[in-house]
């Protein structure tokens, strides 16, 4: 069976709200300057602790647990399903593809997100990070996630939005498709193998992908 491994904030959901919110949250309460909520969407893909450093925070253990302390609760609520992602989910389980969750995400939330936005019924099993940062890398996870399932990433490939899905991709030696509607730059998307304007173009560019 063929492995389709799924991205999740930035291609399956827009997380930007909750994430944003729950940055600035942890820096208001560590007395760090606050960037506009509209001005973070660059911390969607990477992980968490990559995003803090990058924002000049000195102790990032402790940003990160306020940052928790209020998206465990709100802010991964805070958070929508793309247009069109249900229906192309569906396209692809009909299709016959094996739907895997690949997300830098810890997966105790990302679980949750599933769940609660009606995501979870389309996978087949779900991966993400640890909360202590077990698997942060997302090659790691990918290598993870392919040991999990017992399969062989030549009959895999990776959907996503930003350089790190790609980079994991590459590394694990399985093809990418990027999604435009995500946190990717063109200079980010252009890693990808093949990329789509609309999650109703996934289905056909995934085929033509293991076809090619």
């Known amino acids: 069976m063929r492995t389709v491994f799924l991205d999740l904030d930035g291609t399956l ?30 911390v969607i893909g990477p ?12 102790d990032v253990d402790r940003a990160i647990a306020l940052y928790r302390e209020r ?20 396209a692809l389980a009909l299709a016959g593809y094996r739907l895997c969750l690949a997300t830098a995400k810890p997966h105790e939330y990302a679980r949750r997100i599933t769940a609660h936005f009606g995501l979870a019924r389309f996978m087949a099993a779900e991966f993400g990070p640890e909360l202590d940062g077990t698997r942060n890398d997302k090659g790691d996870l990918l290598a993870h996630a392919l040991r999990q399932i017992g399969t062989e990433p030549e009959d895999c490939l990776m959907i996503g939005d930003r350089i790190h899905d790609f980079r994991a991709a590459e590394r694990v030696g399985m093809p990418a498709i990027g999604v435009e509607w995500g946190y990717g730059d063109a200079g980010e998307l252009a ?11 996934i289905v056909g560019a995934v085929s033509a992908l293991f076809a090619g």
Request: charged share 30%.
């Open 47 to 58: 992980p968490l602790m990559e995003s803090f450093a990058r924002l000049g925070v000195g």
């Open 71 to 90: 998206y465990r609760e709100i802010g991964l609520f805070e958070n929508r399903v793309y247009d069109g992602i249900p229906e192309a989910l569906d």
């Open 13 to 42: 959901t827009d997380p930007l709200p909750g994430v944003g919110r729950s940055i600035r949250y942890a820096l208001e309460k560590i007395g760090h300057p606050l960037p506009p909520e509209d001005d973070l969407g660059w």
């Open 191 to 201: 890693r990808a193998d093949r990329t789509c304007r609309r999650p109703g173009e």
